[in-house]
C-alpha cells in the first residue's frame, strides 16, 4: 500500500523556471492538502481540495496554482519560481467526514530554487 | 497570537527516560487532536488521533487533551533512540478538516 505518492523527490530550479509537483493517493481519500515546510515556520497549507472538483486557498497561495486532476491526484504549480519558494512541499489526503479523520502525508518533494 | 504554540526545543534525553512534550492552543472550537512524528527527510506520520478531552495511551505513547486549560501533552516512556524525531501537535475544529500545526518539537534520545 503506497499510501501518498510524491514526485519528484527532489529538484533544483533557477528562477522565473515553472514546475509542477505531482502527488498522488490510493487511499480513496475525497481530500487531498499541499503544504510548504521551513524552518522555524512549520507546516503552511498553500491549498486544499475538499473534494474532486473543488480547490480553496490556504494560507499561503502567493505564487502556487494547483489541479485537482481526479479523486487520486492533486498537483501544484509553480509559474514563475521564485528563491523565496524554496521549501519542502508536502501532500496529504485525509477522508471528508463529520469525524475530521486525520491527514495522511507523502515524503515530502525538496525544492532549492537558484 | 499564533493559534497553536510549540516549543520547538530541541530536547535531549538519556536513553529509558521520559519524554513530555506539549502544545498550547487558543481556539476553543479545536475538539480533534493529533500528534504526528516526523523522521529526518520523511513525511509526517500519524503517531495519536484523540477526539475532546481525556487521556489515550498506545503502547509507549500517552496523548493528554485539557481542553480546559486548552493544553495538550505528549508522554514517551521508556525512551530508545528510535524515538528521536521531530513531533507535530495538530487540531481541527468540528466539520472542518483543516488543520492548525505546531512549529513541531525536536527530540534526540541519547544511547
Known amino acids: 500500500n503506497a499510501g501518498v505518492t510524491q514526485t519528484p523527490k527532489f529538484q533544483v530550479l533557477k528562477t522565473g523556471q515553472s514546475m509542477t509537483l505531482q502527488c498522488a493517493q490510493d487511499?480513496?481519500?475525497?481530500?487531498m492538502y499541499w503544504y510548504r515546510q521551513d524552518p522555524g515556520m512549520g507546516l503552511r497549507l498553500i491549498y486544499y481540495s475538499a473534494s474532486e472538483g473543488t480547490t480553496d486557498k490556504g494560507e499561503v497561495p502567493n505564487g502556487y496554482n494547483v489541479s485537482r486532476l481526479n479523486k487520486r491526484e492533486f498537483s501544484l504549480r509553480l509559474e514563475s519560481a521564485a528563491p523565496s519558494q524554496t521549501s519542502v512541499y508536502f501532500c496529504?489526503?485525509?477522508?471528508?467526514?463529520?469525524?475530521?479523520?486525520?491527514?495522511?502525508f507523502g515524503d515530502g518533494t525538496r525544492l532549492s530554487i537558484l | 497570537q499564533k493559534e497553536v504554540e510549540q516549543d520547538p526545543g530541541p530536547l535531549s534525553v538519556p536513553e529509558g527516560a521520559i519524554v513530555s512534550l506539549n502544545c498550547t492552543y487558543s481556539n476553543s472550537a479545536f475538539q480533534y487532536f493529533m500528534w504526528y512524528r516526523q523522521y529526518s527527510r520523511k513525511g509526517p506520520e500519524l503517531l495519536m488521533y484523540?477526539?475532546?478531552?481525556g487521556n489515550k495511551e498506545d503502547g509507549r505513547f500517552t496523548a493528554q487533551v485539557d481542553k480546559s486549560s486548552k493544553y495538550i501533552s505528549l508522554f514517551i516512556r521508556d525512551s530508545q533512540p528510535s524515538d528521536s524525531a521531530t513531533y507535530l501537535c495538530a487540531m481541527s475544529a468540528n466539520g472542518n478538516n483543516r488543520l492548525a500545526f505546531g512549529k513541531g518539537n525536536q527530540v534526540v534520545v541519547i544511547p
Open positions: 496529504a489526503s485525509s477522508p471528508w467526514d463529520v469525524s475530521n479523520q486525520p491527514q495522511h
Open positions: 484523540t477526539y475532546s478531552s
Open positions: 487511499m480513496n481519500h475525497n481530500s
